[in-house]
């Protein structure tokens, strides 16, 4: 399967979205009143967002703490940025996801090392065939207390999980986001035979102590 060539060049439906516009987490529906109080973002990156978002949906989705999930742009340093101008790899912009999840039912930090089982870290700017900076692995956080837990199972999967590579994941405080193009979200579950990244599965990695 070619990288993100056919990716880039996949021919758009006529009911497809081009607009992408700054957002909190995106749509209408999932306005901030729609979640429980207590409710936080999670923003992560691990190469082609389709795959991430999938793989996330359907561990944490359906009454398993993510309340919402989109796919965007962060991190970078131009504004409004599209996917095909995304994928040329010069804007700083990183292909991430956006969770609002409650912390409740999931925790960040488990949300964290879920992270660090589905995609590989130590694959600096790229995962399977798709290489630059725009398929990094990143965390960004949203609070002091993100930082602080990022780091510290980032610390731990290097030592327990990755060590055969030393772990490149981004750490940075979450920027202004930008929602992907409306055809983008739920990618996957809308074209069930899309591009999937061979990087993203689950590990079975031992719990980390």
């Known amino acids: 399967m070619p990288n993100f060539v056919s990716r880039l060049f996949r021919p758009f439906t006529s009911s497809s979205s081009l607009s992408v516009v700054p957002g909190e987490s ?20 691990a190469g082609c967002f389709w795959g991430v978002e999938h793989i996330f949906r359907k561990k944490f989705g359906n009454g398993g703490g993510v309340l919402d ?50 995609h590989d870290p130590t694959t600096k700017n790229r995962q399977g065939g798709d290489s630059g900076t725009q398929y990094r692995s990143a965390i960004f ?11 510290e199972v980032t610390a731990k999967v290097q030592a327990q999980w990755w060590t055969g590579g030393k772990v490149s994941t981004e750490i940075a405080q979450a920027a202004k986001w930008w929602d992907a193009e409306t055809y983008h979200q739920k990618y996957l579950l809308k074209n069930p035979g899309g591009y999937e990244c061979p990087a993203h599965f689950v590990r079975s990695f031992p719990a980390l102590t």
């Open 26 to 45: 995106g749509s209408a529906a999932a306005s901030a009143s729609a979640f429980p109080e207590g409710a936080e973002k999670c923003t992560v990156a």
């Open 69 to 118: 999930a989109q796919v965007g742009y962060i991190g970078g340093d131009i504004e409004q940025p599209g996917y095909r101008r995304v994928c040329m790899g010069d804007t700083g912009h990183a292909e991430a996801l956006q969770m609002t999840f409650d912390p409740s039912i999931i925790s960040y930090r488990s949300l964290i090392e879920f992270f660090y089982k589905m």
């Open 141 to 151: 956080y949203h609070s002091p207390e993100q930082e602080n837990i990022a780091r």
